[in-house]
Protein backbone atom coordinates (compact mmCIF):
# COMPACT_ATOMS: atom_id res chain seq x y z
CA UNK A 1 0.00 0.00 0.00
CA UNK A 2 1.28 3.46 -0.98
CA UNK A 3 1.55 5.79 2.22
CA UNK A 4 1.79 9.46 1.52
CA UNK A 5 2.41 12.88 3.63
CA UNK A 6 2.37 16.11 2.11
CA UNK A 7 3.85 18.49 4.83
CA UNK A 8 3.55 22.09 3.79
CA UNK A 9 4.94 25.07 5.65
CA UNK A 10 2.28 27.29 4.51
CA UNK A 11 0.27 28.23 1.43
CA UNK A 12 -2.90 27.20 -0.26
CA UNK A 13 -6.05 28.89 0.42
CA UNK A 14 -5.79 30.08 3.95
CA UNK A 15 -2.24 31.64 3.84
CA UNK A 16 -1.68 32.12 -0.26
CA UNK A 17 -5.01 32.15 -1.84
CA UNK A 18 -3.44 33.99 -4.86
CA UNK A 19 -1.11 30.47 -5.03
CA UNK A 20 -2.85 27.55 -4.54
CA UNK A 21 -0.93 25.64 -6.49
CA UNK A 22 0.26 23.44 -3.56
CA UNK A 23 -3.57 22.56 -2.77
CA UNK A 24 -3.54 21.53 -6.17
CA UNK A 25 -0.93 19.22 -5.91
CA UNK A 26 -2.77 17.65 -2.73
CA UNK A 27 -5.56 16.95 -4.86
CA UNK A 28 -3.59 15.53 -7.73
CA UNK A 29 -1.65 13.01 -5.98
CA UNK A 30 -4.62 10.89 -5.24
CA UNK A 31 -5.72 8.46 -7.58
CA UNK A 32 -9.88 9.13 -6.89
CA UNK A 33 -11.17 11.81 -10.12
CA UNK A 34 -13.62 13.12 -7.26
CA UNK A 35 -11.50 12.31 -4.12
CA UNK A 36 -13.10 12.90 -0.55
CA UNK A 37 -11.25 15.64 1.49
CA UNK A 38 -11.88 15.96 4.44
CA UNK A 39 -10.78 19.17 6.79
CA UNK A 40 -9.46 18.87 10.58
CA UNK A 41 -9.14 22.48 11.85
CA UNK A 42 -8.41 21.11 15.12
CA UNK A 43 -5.20 23.81 15.93
CA UNK A 44 -7.07 26.28 15.41
CA UNK A 45 -9.63 25.69 17.47
CA UNK A 46 -12.63 25.20 14.66
CA UNK A 47 -12.10 28.70 13.60
CA UNK A 48 -15.13 29.65 11.60
CA UNK A 49 -13.31 31.60 8.93
CA UNK A 50 -10.67 29.31 8.19
CA UNK A 51 -13.36 26.38 7.75
CA UNK A 52 -15.61 28.66 5.36
CA UNK A 53 -12.20 29.12 3.20
CA UNK A 54 -11.96 26.13 2.95
CA UNK A 55 -15.27 25.00 1.90
CA UNK A 56 -15.13 28.33 -0.57
CA UNK A 57 -11.80 26.92 -2.05
CA UNK A 58 -12.28 23.54 -2.50
CA UNK A 59 -15.74 23.15 -2.94
CA UNK A 60 -15.09 24.61 -6.93
CA UNK A 61 -12.38 21.65 -7.47
CA UNK A 62 -13.04 18.13 -8.35
CA UNK A 63 -13.26 16.90 -4.81
CA UNK A 64 -16.08 16.16 -1.76
CA UNK A 65 -15.33 18.47 0.61
CA UNK A 66 -15.83 17.68 4.70
CA UNK A 67 -14.56 18.82 7.70
CA UNK A 68 -14.01 17.12 11.06
CA UNK A 69 -15.10 18.80 14.15
CA UNK A 70 -13.75 17.85 17.83
CA UNK A 71 -15.09 20.42 20.08
CA UNK A 72 -19.04 18.92 17.76
CA UNK A 73 -18.05 15.70 16.23
CA UNK A 74 -20.83 14.43 14.11
CA UNK A 75 -20.46 11.30 15.13
CA UNK A 76 -19.16 9.21 17.81
CA UNK A 77 -17.55 7.02 15.48
CA UNK A 78 -14.44 8.99 14.24
CA UNK A 79 -12.41 5.92 12.82
CA UNK A 80 -15.70 5.32 10.05
CA UNK A 81 -15.97 9.04 9.05
CA UNK A 82 -11.93 9.17 8.80
CA UNK A 83 -11.43 5.58 6.85
CA UNK A 84 -14.07 6.61 4.46
CA UNK A 85 -12.05 9.79 3.39
CA UNK A 86 -9.34 9.92 0.22
CA UNK A 87 -7.51 13.12 1.88
CA UNK A 88 -7.03 14.01 5.08
CA UNK A 89 -5.59 17.81 5.09
CA UNK A 90 -4.97 19.56 8.50
CA UNK A 91 -5.23 23.36 8.99
CA UNK A 92 -2.47 25.59 11.22
CA UNK A 93 -2.40 26.67 14.94
CA UNK A 94 -1.46 25.63 18.23
CA UNK A 95 0.42 21.99 17.50
CA UNK A 96 0.13 21.20 21.44
CA UNK A 97 -3.76 21.80 21.34
CA UNK A 98 -3.72 19.80 18.37
CA UNK A 99 -2.09 16.61 19.64
CA UNK A 100 -3.65 16.80 23.01
CA UNK A 101 -7.33 16.98 21.60
CA UNK A 102 -6.16 14.18 18.82
CA UNK A 103 -4.94 11.81 21.60
CA UNK A 104 -8.16 12.31 23.95
CA UNK A 105 -10.21 11.03 21.40
CA UNK A 106 -8.11 8.60 19.83
CA UNK A 107 -7.48 10.35 16.45
CA UNK A 108 -4.17 9.97 16.50
CA UNK A 109 -4.24 6.33 16.35
CA UNK A 110 -6.77 6.30 14.11
CA UNK A 111 -5.05 8.70 11.68
CA UNK A 112 -1.75 6.33 11.69
CA UNK A 113 -4.51 3.75 10.75
CA UNK A 114 -6.10 5.59 7.48
CA UNK A 115 -1.85 6.79 6.84
CA UNK A 116 -1.35 2.74 6.68
CA UNK A 117 -4.54 1.85 4.41
CA UNK A 118 -3.40 4.90 1.79
CA UNK A 119 -5.40 7.59 2.91
CA UNK A 120 -3.23 11.14 1.89
CA UNK A 121 -2.53 12.85 5.08
CA UNK A 122 -1.58 16.43 4.63
CA UNK A 123 -1.50 19.78 5.84
CA UNK A 124 0.43 23.22 6.89
CA UNK A 125 1.98 24.78 9.70
CA UNK A 126 0.91 22.97 12.50
CA UNK A 127 -0.46 20.31 10.24
CA UNK A 128 2.80 19.50 8.55
CA UNK A 129 5.22 19.17 11.95
CA UNK A 130 2.63 17.18 13.83
CA UNK A 131 3.33 14.23 11.37
CA UNK A 132 7.50 14.11 12.47
CA UNK A 133 9.02 12.77 16.27
CA UNK A 134 9.67 16.13 16.62
CA UNK A 135 8.93 19.44 16.10
CA UNK A 136 10.13 23.74 16.65
CA UNK A 137 6.29 25.69 17.86
CA UNK A 138 5.47 28.62 19.27
CA UNK A 139 2.86 26.64 21.02
CA UNK A 140 3.78 27.75 24.23
CA UNK A 141 4.39 31.30 25.00
CA UNK A 142 7.89 32.95 25.31
CA UNK A 143 10.79 31.51 22.89
CA UNK A 144 10.32 28.81 20.38
CA UNK A 145 10.47 25.73 22.06
CA UNK A 146 10.44 21.28 20.74
CA UNK A 147 7.61 19.21 20.79
CA UNK A 148 7.43 16.06 20.88
CA UNK A 149 4.71 14.94 17.83
CA UNK A 150 3.45 11.85 16.67
CA UNK A 151 6.21 10.25 14.76
CA UNK A 152 5.08 8.72 11.57
CA UNK A 153 7.78 10.50 10.13
CA UNK A 154 11.51 10.44 11.15
CA UNK A 155 13.31 13.13 12.68
CA UNK A 156 12.60 17.16 13.58
CA UNK A 157 10.77 19.58 11.39
CA UNK A 158 10.80 23.33 11.65
CA UNK A 159 8.23 25.15 9.22
CA UNK A 160 8.45 29.41 8.19
CA UNK A 161 12.55 28.76 7.94
CA UNK A 162 12.39 32.22 6.03
CA UNK A 163 9.12 34.10 7.12
CA UNK A 164 9.83 33.63 10.68
CA UNK A 165 13.14 35.48 11.64
CA UNK A 166 13.03 33.48 14.88
CA UNK A 167 12.40 29.77 13.77
CA UNK A 168 16.19 29.79 12.11
CA UNK A 169 18.34 30.63 15.13
CA UNK A 170 16.21 29.25 17.76
CA UNK A 171 16.13 25.72 15.44
CA UNK A 172 20.01 26.12 15.54
CA UNK A 173 19.75 26.47 19.32
CA UNK A 174 17.88 23.73 19.97
CA UNK A 175 20.00 21.35 18.10
CA UNK A 176 23.21 23.27 19.75
CA UNK A 177 21.82 22.21 23.08
CA UNK A 178 20.89 18.85 21.76
CA UNK A 179 17.51 19.11 22.92
CA UNK A 180 16.09 18.67 19.33
CA UNK A 181 17.49 15.85 16.55
CA UNK A 182 18.52 16.92 13.17
CA UNK A 183 15.47 17.11 10.72
CA UNK A 184 14.43 19.46 7.59
CA UNK A 185 12.99 23.27 7.55
CA UNK A 186 10.66 24.44 5.47
CA UNK A 187 10.28 27.39 3.87
CA UNK A 188 6.96 29.36 3.41
CA UNK A 189 5.38 27.83 -0.07
CA UNK A 190 6.77 24.78 0.23
CA UNK A 191 5.94 21.02 0.58
CA UNK A 192 7.76 18.42 1.59
CA UNK A 193 6.18 14.89 0.06
CA UNK A 194 6.75 11.49 1.63
CA UNK A 195 5.93 8.36 0.53
CA UNK A 196 6.24 5.26 2.24
CA UNK A 197 8.05 7.01 5.38
CA UNK A 198 10.85 8.33 2.70
CA UNK A 199 11.14 11.86 1.16
CA UNK A 200 10.25 11.42 -2.62
CA UNK A 201 10.15 14.97 -3.49
CA UNK A 202 10.45 18.60 -2.76
CA UNK A 203 7.47 21.41 -3.85
CA UNK A 204 7.90 24.81 -4.15
CA UNK A 205 5.59 27.57 -5.46
CA UNK A 206 8.21 30.13 -5.58
CA UNK A 207 12.15 30.03 -6.71
CA UNK A 208 13.12 31.58 -3.33
CA UNK A 209 11.74 28.85 -1.75
CA UNK A 210 13.55 25.68 -0.37
CA UNK A 211 13.89 23.24 2.38
CA UNK A 212 17.15 22.41 3.61
CA UNK A 213 18.36 19.26 5.90
CA UNK A 214 19.75 20.76 8.78
CA UNK A 215 21.77 18.71 11.40
CA UNK A 216 24.09 19.54 14.37
CA UNK A 217 28.15 18.23 13.08
CA UNK A 218 30.08 18.33 16.27
CA UNK A 219 30.39 21.61 17.12
CA UNK A 220 28.91 23.24 13.89
CA UNK A 221 24.94 23.40 12.46
CA UNK A 222 25.32 21.79 8.51
CA UNK A 223 22.48 23.46 6.53
CA UNK A 224 22.06 21.62 3.57
CA UNK A 225 19.33 22.79 0.95
CA UNK A 226 17.64 19.84 -0.65
CA UNK A 227 18.41 18.85 -4.26
CA UNK A 228 15.56 16.99 -5.04
CA UNK A 229 13.13 20.21 -5.68
CA UNK A 230 10.10 20.51 -7.86
CA UNK A 231 9.12 24.39 -8.73
CA UNK A 232 5.40 24.90 -9.56
CA UNK A 233 5.19 28.12 -10.45
CA UNK A 234 3.14 28.58 -13.23
CA UNK A 235 0.19 26.28 -12.52
CA UNK A 236 1.82 23.67 -13.33
CA UNK A 237 0.79 20.42 -11.79
CA UNK A 238 2.35 16.76 -10.87
CA UNK A 239 2.16 13.38 -9.49
Known amino acids: MKKQIIA ?3 GGFSMQPANSILDYYVLNQSDKTNPKLCFLPTASGDDESYILKFYSFFSSLNCVPSYLSLFNPPTSDLEDFIMNKDIIYVGGGNTKNLLAL ?5 LHNILK ?24 TDSIPGELTKLECL ?6 SCPHYDYDKKRRPAFHRL ?5 IQDGIAIDDGVALHYVNDELYKVISSSYKSKAYKVSLDGDEIREEPLSNITYLVNNELGK
Open 8 to 10: MSS
Open 102 to 106: WKEWN
Open 113 to 136: KAYDSGIILAGLSAGAICWFEEGV
Open 151 to 156: GYLKGS
Open 175 to 179: LNSKE
